[in-house]
């Protein structure tokens, strides 16, 4: 590599190419479960591109049909910018932290890894994209002529935007807590499937001239703006034409240009992200504010380990935001689609009462630290006892957060007792069976990987979730009796508001129950339990 740096930038732009498609290449060699992933993705990219590229050509002669492709590619746009801050690990063949040893000056290199850039599923997907969206609106020689040089444009800036976004923060991205955002990307996700539901819903009743006034503004925005110069052309304002194409033109030489930047600074600045972390968290275990509102004793040393497991582990804070965002989701946006009801938001408590199972498998190896300091049923149950609480720190207030604005966006604000202590009975009954099934079926979570669960101890984990929420659903059977009760009877609206206290108090029962029930079999199978956790 040493004498391509001396060469011609041409030869340094052929080499990279020619390195990743070798590292390409032998990254599928490694095995037939990576290939067959990679063919499998490649094959739904590309049905799905040449989906929207029919349906894109579809448009051509559609009164709005500008507006409809312009913000989409804005939003294909936003997902290159966004995708490197998520999937930090999805190309490490692109890493300029890998290139910083070697003799290569940053403007050629630039344009090999741009070149570079352009193989994959990603940008051929985005390609398609592209020229679906240029055929759409392109009217005449002249404006195809000129979705030519937008395509060109529009993917370029995509893959420029990834690659600046990415090199500007791949110290962060590659460190522990930049690796952490990725636990995001499915909140993220989440979120993003719900409101594009929620606007085809409103497009479908309202149509498509509801987004003329944003795509008025988005065609003046690169990259959207390149394609907004074909649609321009085809209106004969050539004049407006060349000032869109001449934005993308110059968005792509700022993104080149900050990209070059950062690629200077990172082969010759050092490395100060680590230090820069490490100074507020000294600060923070040198105030020990957390632990200062935490009971004494072993119950708020357990409170505070097992709050710290969900805020730095990643497996379980993933656990965590996966079950908070659906737990508000799906309440909150069937309210908002008319679709909703106010029981929705049991939700809430059910997906966070989940986070109680297997709570010794999210200990893993360390479990044996856990296990030496129990000699006894009343240690089993102190422990037990103080991770229900640090549950209870974030998911009674979230649940009742969540009960209060589904209440609220419905305004049936006579069943917000009801709801509550359905809640509260639920989540009672959740932490019951999940103390009890964490005793009974331990298993291990991986801390490598995408895996949940260990190889050989999925039935373990089928039979303590699923069975757990059965024995949960059976234990709430008599308030869930009451509240039908309450509905059928004349005089049933009058006891309603009682189900608050009453739910309140039987979670309240059922999780003391639980424990206790709990403590002696886990002080009995500490040895089968540690066995169990530290497996994979």
């Excluded at 460190?175 to 990725?182: F, I, K, P, T, V």
Aim: proline share 6%.
């Amino acid at each position: 590599m040493s004498g391509t740096a001396a060469g011609p930038a041409g030869s340094v732009t052929a080499v990279v190419v020619r390195l990743k498609l070798s590292l390409l290449r032998n990254g599928l060699r490694l095995s037939g479960g990576r290939r067959a992933a990679y063919v499998l993705s490649a094959v739904v990219a590309l049905l799905l591109g040449a989906l929207q590229l029919a349906g894109l050509i579809a448009l051509h002669g559609h009164p709005h049909a500008v507006s409809v492709v312009v913000l989409l590619v804005a939003v294909v746009a936003l997902g290159w910018a966004v995708m490197p801050v998520f999937f930090p690990t999805g190309d490490e063949t692109l890493d300029p932290t890998r290139l910083v040893m070697l003799p290569l000056r940053p403007r050629p290199l630039v344009r090999a890894l741009l070149a570079a850039s352009l193989i994959g599923i990603g940008p051929l997907f985005t390609l398609l994209l592209l020229l679906g969206s240029v055929l759409a609106v392109a009217h005449g020689p002249a404006a195809y002529v000129t979705g030519v040089v937008a395509l060109a444009l529009a993917l370029l800036v995509c893959v420029a935007l990834a690659r600046a976004v990415a090199a500007a923060n791949i110290r962060l991205l590659t460190s522990r807590r930049g690796r952490d955002l990725a636990v995001l990307s499915g909140l993220v996700i989440a979120v993003g499937i719900q409101v594009v539901n929620f606007g085809v819903r409103q497009l479908g009743s309202s149509g498509l001239a509801q987004l003329d006034p944003a795509a008025e503004v988005v065609r003046w925005v690169p990259p959207a703006s390149a394609i907004g110069a074909v649609a321009s052309v085809s209106d004969g304002a050539y004049g407006r034409a060349v000032v869109q194409l001449a934005l993308s033109a110059a968005a792509l030489a700022a993104l080149l240009r900050l990209w070059s930047r950062t690629l200077t600074r990172l082969m010759t600045a050092p490395d100060g992200s680590t230090l820069q972390a490490a100074e507020p968290a000294a600060r923070d275990r040198a105030s020990g504010r957390p632990s200062r509102l935490l009971p004494a004793g072993r119950t708020g040393t357990v409170m505070e380990r097992s709050l710290r497991y969900v805020w730095r582990d990643p497996k379980t804070k993933a656990a965590w935001v996966t079950s908070l965002a659906i737990g508000l989701l799906v309440p909150v946006l069937n309210a908002v689609q008319g679709t909703g009801s106010v029981y929705f938001a049991c939700f809430a408590a059910g997906m966070l009462g989940i986070q109680m199972y297997n709570q010794f498998g999210q200990d893993t190896s360390a479990f044996w630290m856990v296990a030496m300091t129990i000699s006894s049923t009343r240690d089993a149950y102190v422990e037990l006892r103080a991770r229900a609480l640090a549950l209870l720190v974030i998911t009674l207030p979230y649940a009742t957060l969540v009960t209060v604005v589904t209440t609220a966006l419905l305004g049936d604000w006579p069943r917000l007792p009801e709801v509550l202590g359905l809640s509260f009975a639920l989540l009672g009954a959740m932490l019951s069976t999940g103390a009890w099934t964490s005793a009974r079926f331990p298993y291990s979570i991986p801390q490598e990987g995408h895996k949940n669960v260990a190889p050989g101890q999925a039935g373990l984990a089928w039979i303590a979730i699923f069975g757990g929420m059965i024995a949960a659903a059976l234990l709430c059977a008599p308030v869930i009796a009451l509240s039908i009760w309450c509905h059928v009877s004349a005089d049933g609206d009058g006891w309603s508001p009682l189900l608050l206290p009453l739910g309140a108090a039987y979670g309240g029962a059922l999780t003391y129950a639980g424990l206790r029930l709990a403590a002696p079999r886990t002080a009995r199978r500490l040895p089968e339990i540690l066995t169990a956790v530290s497996r994979g």
